[in-house]
């Protein structure tokens, strides 16, 4: 079964893609919650007119994307928490935190598309986290936890 991707969906594609699923997956998952329409010949029609007219607007956004990416790279973020006296964290820092900083930093950066490697971070250090901006575009940026 083909459908239409109209947002990114994990593992599966990005807004606008046509991709084969299993039916199943398509009916009951995809269509229902507004991520895919049916991808038939008329809907792949009008699928082609609209990427012809977003092609130009595509270019814009990637090249805003890579700027974005260079700016990220050379950041280091710090996300301050509450730690005992070891080191460990009272609980664990995730994406929240960590987009909550980088908008304190001026990057407006939404929390689903970020990546902590090694999740969860339960102690005070220097790691690393990934931003999907765009496809292709996935920046590795530093941020730093600290205590209060």
């Known amino acids: 079964m083909e459908v239409i991707l109209k947002k990114n969906v994990d593992k599966l594609g990005y807004a606008d893609e ?52 260079s700016k990220l790279e050379a950041l280091t973020v710090t996300i301050t928490t509450k730690a005992g006296e070891n080191g460990k964290i009272f609980g664990s820092v995730n994406t929240v935190q960590l987009s909550e900083a980088l908008k304190k930093a001026g990057y407006d950066i939404d929390r689903k598309s970020l990546k902590i490697k090694d999740e969860p971070i339960k102690e005070i250090g220097t790691f690393e986290a990934e931003a999907n901006l765009h496809k292709g575009v996935k920046p590795v940026f530093k941020f730093e936890v600290v205590s209060e």
């Open 18 to 69: 046509i991709v084969s699923v299993k039916p199943g997956y398509g009916r009951n998952f995809l269509i229902p919650q507004g991520y895919a329409v049916l991808a038939t010949a008329s809907a792949k029609k009008a699928h082609a007119e609209v990427l012809k007219q977003k092609a130009h607007k595509e270019t814009k956004l990637l090249g805003e994307a890579q700027e974005l990416a």
